[in-house]
């Protein structure tokens, strides 16, 4: 009679998985098909800084996380089991010892991790504090530095210093790979701006025209470019057309279709809100034009107001909650 051999436990999930982190440790919630039912799973990594935790959806079960903690300074995690175990990067993102004579970095710790194209299984970007980009190719284990960003003369400039950030350090936050392009990369800096790459990260180029910043500052300098989260639209219906959205001090706004540019019109276009209620579309490098809503009326928050993010509607129109959660600024995730 053949041996019956019990049925494996799948670590993926079957239901809706949220995850949370925060400044003492992380939190996993699972809920059933119906999302009726919840349960929650943690703290994780009690006691440490954990600055993003995130799930693949190429597998459903891989996690990977990003700690500061109080012995090892700051680290990544990787759970292939949905968080029931953890194994630490044998290789953080780290830069690379400066030659001697010239001021080395250090990372502060990880800010941002995000799952690379379907085609690149294995393929992950982080992105740190102070701003530094950094790829893994092996699922997360090791990482190597994007040098084509890292080591730009004109990006060591724009990325600034210490000062020209968040309170808790500046931020590359937001990297985000084109579903239809692995090579196809946008990242945001706080500060320093939005950017964009065609060539897999070989090369960059800022998206800043048409954004605003803050009164009294020139937007023609980079370096004065505060933006704190950049999405891209998950309603992309040919090649032709997608959106990203970057959102600063203010709600978010939806550009116009079509294609106003001198250079091909190939894709992905931008929003910025750098002031209340302000929204501008952002040129990117597969044609845009600018956009600009609504700044007086119903649409707009009064004077003095309280900044405003959360759930955009249709299109990248902005409403929802008071700012000061996740989705408020970098620096109060």
Not at 35 to 50: A, E, M, N, Q, T
Request: proline share 10%; charged share 20%.
């Amino acid at each position: 009679m053949a041996r019956r051999v019990p049925k494996r436990r799948s670590s993926r999930s079957k239901g809706p998985v949220v995850l949370v982190a925060t400044r003492k440790g992380a939190w996993v919630f699972r809920a059933d098909a119906s999302r009726r039912s919840w349960r929650s799973d943690g703290p994780h990594f009690l006691g440490h800084v954990i600055h993003h935790v995130v799930l693949d959806p190429r597998d459903g079960r891989t996690l990977l996380a990003s700690a500061s903690t109080g012995h090892l300074g700051p680290t990544l995690y990787r759970s292939a089991d949905l968080g029931r175990s953890w194994k630490e990067a044998k290789r953080p993102p780290a830069f690379p010892k400066a030659v001697e004579g010239e001021t080395g970095r250090a990372v502060g710790h990880t800010f941002w991790l995000t799952p690379g194209h379907p085609s690149q299984p294995g393929t992950w970007y982080a992105g740190t504090s102070p701003h530094g980009l950094f790829r893994s190719g092996d699922g997360g284990e090791s990482w190597e530095p994007v040098s084509g960003l890292n080591d730009d003369p004109r990006y060591r400039e724009w990325m600034g210093g210490p000062q020209d950030g968040t309170p808790d350090g500046p931020k590359l936050h937001s990297v985000i790979v084109d579903p239809r392009d692995p090579a196809h990369l946008y990242l945001g800096m706080s500060s320093g701006g939005v950017h964009e790459s065609l060539d897999e990260g070989r090369t960059w180029h800022p998206m800043v025209s048409g954004m605003e910043v803050v009164d009294g500052f020139d937007p023609a300098r980079i370096t004065f470019h505060d933006p704190h989260c950049v999405r891209l639209s998950p309603r992309i219906r040919t090649a032709s057309t997608s959106r990203t959205t970057a959102a600063s001090t203010g709600s978010t706004g939806r550009a116009r279709s079509g294609c106003a540019s001198a250079r091909p019109c190939r894709g992905p276009w931008a929003t910025s809100a750098s002031r209340w209620w302000s929204t501008r579309a952002i040129p990117t490098g597969r044609g845009s034009s600018p956009w600009t809503g609504p700044r007086s009326g119903p649409g707009r928050a009064p004077e003095g107001g309280p900044r405003r993010t959360g759930r955009a509607t249709e299109g990248g129109h902005g409403a929802g909650s008071t700012a000061g959660s996740r989705g408020g600024t970098p620096g109060g995730r």
